[in-house]
């Protein structure tokens, strides 16, 4: 049998080990970190992941998607909360039924390593880096005292090292390797809401979102009855309105009262005192194999801003995508990897644009009329012609259509709905509507 | 007196080095190569550069200028060469005088280290790598056996280590640290053309171009009389047209009938047979400027395609607008790089859209007609205003008006050139003029 070496026992690392372990190839998967399931803490990254459709499916394919959708929280809906802090609005992410699903990201790691190491062809080695010097898979193990190097042979090695991969660092010489990262000018500060009463202290099955214009909240529900809090702004904004614990509490009691009010003040002022905003940052590469016999897939390979929740979903869909891949390969490496790359490479350029996008969106238009309007549009369309007229969010959200095929669709759907304007606009004023027409 | 660190004595740090040794301040400079002084073949990068304005008052700066442009061979203009091989037409670069000067590289760089060594403030170390490991100098010394790995303390760190800069490299995983790198579709092959009878082969004070839709050939004059030629085409081209040297043989004679008799059969076959055609990249990043005392310039900060022939003469420009900016900061090194950086970052983004925007010029509007109409036009209202009214050649390649102002200038002249397409149609159709003035 083949051997695949992976990089990363991360989300995408763990998932790739489980396929390949299904695959029944022999599988080495090698972690800079130590083992997550011994630690206390795991440091970095945010704690909430939003599992939507390309994400199910991946699990699915293995086995695990049930069990896992088990332990989220399903999400139905955006709740906007007005600034007063007592009104709110509702916007449904789909037709009746369709949700997104709130999950632990460490919990759900955890699961995968577990259910990888279940195969006999599969071994983890925890503190162990992996670079290519020279195209050769060189092992650094971390965990003595003096650092071993080990050149070890795969016919296949698979980087989901992160978004700052080592992997596709050690690539980045390489000719015709087109390269990007780009940090968006807005950071994030995580916060945390307590039960009350034992209880949500606010509804748990929406994505709570309160939109202010360039900076923005969000906060998602966890299984032990808490919420994960995130506050996004610009980094001027952190300097000029939250330097102090004491000037960040006078901007959540201005800008998000209800929030506030349920962080509660000795929470936000000591997260503000312990904790400085974490910065966003976009990565594309092209190609995504190189020599014949490396993949980069995961944030390494595509890093985007956590905005339209497909950061995990387009990584677990990686792992299908290439399981599909070598399946209509058998299994010739190159010849997959080639195919591979040729078509994910636009893929997640295009949901790495969505991404940024969706920012946007969730900041500001949310509150425009126009966009409530075209949402109501999309919704209304979708229900009448299930299969012939998707929304945007829920192409991306609820289906599998590759993601740059998502956009070509959109793109026709704004000329049908600029000519529904326009229709609109000619019943007002019929006059104008020759003109517009024009200019269709 | 402070102490500068300039990693690389190609091009750009070896000005820097002159510039900081008038200045007085300590100078160390730290070369990963061999020195070029003492090595009979320089591998890598192209032989010849066009110096232009920027270029030619950075080395004013430090007396330079009129030793090297004495060393080189004046051009005053585009000779286009027709497929026919034999007819051609003249595209003057600007005025009447106006002109870019065709450079060898090598002998340039020797001459600059030369320069810098007189200062007894200047020390060069060859085979001495930089790089930054936690934001500490560390220098690794290659001339011996084994590595030997020191740590320098300096007030100013210079990258000048090129487009593939180990210095920046260490700094890919600092916070908020955008970067890219692309690679265009086409890439270069270097050939030569000896002189005939002891005398140039073709008009030495000219560039000479052979546009051919989606690939190119120029030449350039050298002072031995000899030109270097250089072809560009896709990959694809050079794979499915010149994969074999008969091949090749095969597309000059077709393409470039009049070059590939002066190239000569053995000399074309030679290097296609010895030769693979070389990538061209661009590399952007922001910012130019770390932890208050490392400045990247050059190659290491903005490599460019080398269609506008501004690389060498922004890399130039940037020693001279540092020490511009260290005199207005009186030496304050942390405030100098940030305002260097934030002006630079600006200009450098737009040269390299620029350069990437001339391909498309050198490769086919050359021929267009509308092209040539509106070179003629500029240079008209230039000769009538000649401050008032600069074409965007002669503003990035006879000015110092920094580049993203150039854009901004050219952005209006095509506003008022629209307009004057339209005056020309109104005359034609004057009815169309009232239609079109409606959209201007």
């Known amino acids: 049998m083949p051997k695949v070496a992976i990089a990363g026992a ?3 690392g763990a998932l790739n080990a489980c396929y390949f372990a299904q695959r029944g190839w022999d599988v080495e998967v090698y972690e800079f970190r130590r083992d997550i399931r011994t630690l ?4 970095g990254r945010s704690i909430n992941l939003a599992l939507s459709q390309r994400g199910k499916c991946a699990l699915e394919a293995v086995g ?8 989220g929280v399903p999400m139905y809906a955006r709740l906007v909360h ?3 802090g007592k009104t709110f609005s509702r916007q449904p992410y789909g037709q009746p039924g369709e949700h997104i699903v709130s999950i632990n990201r460490r919990h759900l790691n955890e699961v995968m390593i577990t259910q990888a190491e279940k195969s006999k062809n599969v071994r983890f080695f925890f503190e162990h880096k992996v670079l290519l010097l020279s195209l050769n898979v060189v092992v650094v193990s971390l965990h003595l005292p003096w650092k071993v190097e080990t050149t070890v042979k795969a ?3 698979i980087a989901c090292d992160g978004a700052y991969s080592a992997v596709r660092r050690s690539l980045a010489t390489q000719p015709r390797f087109d390269y990007s990262q780009e940090y968006i000018g807005h950071g994030y500060i995580e916060l945390n809401i307590l039960p009350k009463n034992d209880e949500y202290a606010l509804e748990p099955n929406v994505f709570h979102l309160w939109p202010r214009g360039h900076f923005t909240l969000i906060a998602l529900a966890n299984r032990d009855k808490t919420f994960t809090v995130t506050i996004f702004a610009p980094f001027s904004e952190f300097e000029d309105k939250m330097s102090t614990p004491k000037d960040a509490e006078i901007f959540f009691q201005k800008n998000f009262p209800d929030a506030y009010e349920l962080l509660g003040r000795d929470h936000l002022l000591d997260t503000f005192r312990r904790v400085k905003p974490q910065s966003l940052v976009s990565i594309k590469c092209r190609p995504h194999d190189f020599a014949d016999f490396v993949l980069l897939t995961g944030d390494a390979a595509h890093a985007m801003v956590p905005f339209y929740g497909q950061g995990m979903n387009c990584g677990f869909e990686d792992c299908l995508v290439l399981k599909e891949t070598l399946d209509v390969c058998n299994d010739d490496i190159p010849k997959a990897l080639s195919m591979y790359s040729a078509s994910r490479v636009k893929d997640t350029h295009t949901i790495i644009d969505l ?3 969706n920012y946007e969106e969730l900041k500001d238009l949310v509150n425009h009329p126009s966009y409530k309007l075209r949402k109501k549009f999309d919704l209304f369309l979708n229900r009448l012609f299930p299969n012939w007229w998707i929304p945007l ?4 959200t609820f289906t599998r259509i590759p993601y740059h095929e998502v956009v070509e669709k959109r793109k026709w759907q704004d000329k049908v709905s600029y000519f529904r304007k326009k229709m609109i606009c000619s019943i007002r004023h019929p006059l104008h509507f020759c003109f517009h027409l024009e200019f269709c």
Chains 1, 2 share one sequence.
């Open 10 to 12: 991360g989300l995408v």
């Open 40 to 43: 206390e803490h795991v440091p």
């Open 64 to 71: 695990l998607k049930d069990y896992i959708v088990d332990q």
């Open 82 to 84: 007005n600034v007063d």
């Open 155 to 157: 016919d296949l090695v």
């Open 355 to 357: 991404a940024m996008y």
């Open 393 to 396: 969010y829920s192409m991306v």
